[in-house]
């Protein structure tokens, strides 16, 4: 089957990336996920995720372009350009970009990461030609004014100033400066107040026109919408937009284990441990996530059972992960009194170092992968989600996310992978800390 420009759809009811699967099981009959991927005459994919069911839609623009792609000089820039690109284009004013998406009921938003930056909409199914034509417009043809871009540096200076007084996010920003030292994945997304003061329009500039190129572009749909349609728009709205490279990235190199103690105005202390993992395409990622949910998510989790429940130590304590395209890291969270640090330290080496030697139960092999499983399919509920399945995945492993495929991945994680990931990355000598106590520097 093929669409307008001779592109082709994927018209098979049961694939995914043009991936044939066998048939639907009762699940996937009630949650449908069948992307089409079609492609413009400059190389840009469109992925479309048609839900007749609905009256809305979630378009995103996405671009391979983040924090780790700055110039080591001009931390912050990614996030600026997406700040500032909401400012004026070409044709709009600033006030016309929010009449011409707010007039229509359409709520717009964008939101940068380490390796990539998204422009989303959410509108009526109605008035996605209109929409679609303004975020274009937003993200190729942005102008990066003088007067602009002080306006811009102001807000953004309180944003980071915002995040700095949110204690929990500022130690998961120094925790990665810590375990990512001397690479670009250790910068703030949003920047340094020093950093911010020094980007000027020129450096906006640039970092646009480097890397907003057809090669680093990704639209991805969600909704009541006809993938022929989306492409006709599409094609009208970032057809003309350039071929260019993409951004040149290196690993961080390996990291040793070390120790922060961090001293500020507060009533509490924070603790964090990381450890460094392998990337996105690990093949043991599965076997992480639910190595991640055994140790720290949930009322059942060990962490909180052991320190929360048990002890009443910490109000808030957890752990996470994040894989990037060639590395990640497995983080550890505690919020407590910092007379109670010590014993909660003792607690995460003992579970850790049990997670090592011992390995998990049965029992808390079934209620991780029920965990993520519910989480993955609650998420099919969500039109921005679904649409970011198609437009992040693409960009990060060049097709969209299989739900279906991830939660039988999920489901196949037995508990020998489990205790092998955490023989791997659950020596408690391994893992960096980062604390911030309550005090100030020149208690140090």
Known sequence: MYGPNGAKLLAADHSVGGILRSMPTPLERSFPFSPSVQRLSNGITVLVDNVPTVGSCSVGIWVRAGTRDEPSAKAGVAHFVEHTSFRRTARRSTSRIARDFEHVG????????????????????????????????????????????????????????????????????????????????ATPIVGT?????????ADVQAFHQRLYNANNVVVAVSGNVDPNHVLRV??????????????????????????????????????????????????DRYALQVLSTILGDGMASRLNVRIREARGLAYSVYSSFQLFSDCGSFAIYAGLEASRLAKAETLIQRELEALRTNGIRPAELHRAQQQLRAAKIMSLESLSARMSMLGKTWLEEGAPEDPFETIRNIDGVTIHDVHRVASMLCDPSAWSRCTMIPGTAEDE
């Open 106 to 185: 359409a709520y717009a938003n964008a939101y940068t990461t380490k390796e990539e930056t998204c422009y989303e909409v959410r509108a009526l199914a109605e008035t996605f030609e209109r929409v679609t034509e303004t975020l274009a417009d937003v993200v190729q043809n942005p102008v990066f004014r003088d007067d602009d871009i002080e306006r811009e540096r102001s807000i953004i200076t309180e944003e980071i100033r915002s995040y700095e007084d949110e204690a929990e996010e500022h130690v998961f920003d120094i925790g990665e400066a810590q375990v990512f030292a001397g690479h670009s994945l």
């Open 193 to 201: 107040v020093d950093s911010v003061q020094a980007i000027t329009a």
């Open 234 to 283: 599409a094609e009208q709205n970032l057809g003309s937009l350039a071929k260019g490279r993409a951004p040149r990235r290196r690993a961080p190199a390996p990291a040793k284990p070390s120790q922060i103690v961090y001293r500020r105005s507060l009533q509490q202390a924070h603790l964090l441990w990381q450890i460094r993992t392998p990337g996105q395409f690990w093949p």
